[in-house]
């Protein structure tokens, strides 16, 4: 009997500790994005907004499980960008505040389709309170996995750095 309690025991933390690690991996994103916004300033890191709809959208879904859960991505991620998720979600209910930020981001962006990835520096400009956005790069989905991924962007973020380097 005690071995089948030290089991359940050992199960039982064995599938908290997954729970946990689960939400942490998730909290990596936000998704307001004046929070977002905030820590890109106070890093200079970009922000990585991953335009998706996640709970109905067969490519955003892929997205998710191909690349943005994995690893490599997340390892990637922290060195390189803040990440802001915009859903659009038609299953599940969304704070209206939530709601209106996106389809706002989603107008300025100019969305045409989901998933979008959008890297971008966002800066408030402090005379005139209006957001200056400097778009870095735009992707969407894209087959080979975190590594193609992850280079694809690194070269595109490159290349916006050098474009930017000569004018």
Not at 33 to 55: H, Y
Request: proline fraction near 3%; include cysteine.
């Amino acid at each position: 009997m005690r071995v089948v309690k030290v089991f359940s025991v050992t199960l039982l933390y064995v599938c908290l500790m997954n729970f946990y690690s689960t939400k942490n991996v998730d909290s990596q994103w936000f998704i307001k994005f004046e929070e977002a916004q905030k820590l890109s300033e106070e890093t200079g890191r970009p922000i990585l907004a991953n335009f998706t709809g996640r709970d109905w959208n067969d490519w955003c879904k892929r997205l998710d499980s191909e690349v943005f859960i994995t690893p490599e991505f997340r390892e990637w991620a922290q060195k390189k960008v803040i990440l802001l998720e915009l859903d659009f979600p038609k299953n599940k209910k969304q704070d209206v505040q939530i709601k209106m930020q996106n389809k706002n981001l989603a107008e300025l962006f100019k969305l045409k389709s989901l998933p979008t990835v959008w890297i971008f520096r966002a800066k408030m400009d402090k005379i005139n309170h209006k957001l200056k956005i400097d778009s870095i790069c735009q992707l969407g989905y894209l087959n080979g996995g975190p590594k193609i991924f992850t280079q694809t962007l690194d070269i595109m973020m490159e290349n916006h750095k050098d474009n930017a380097q000569k004018n």
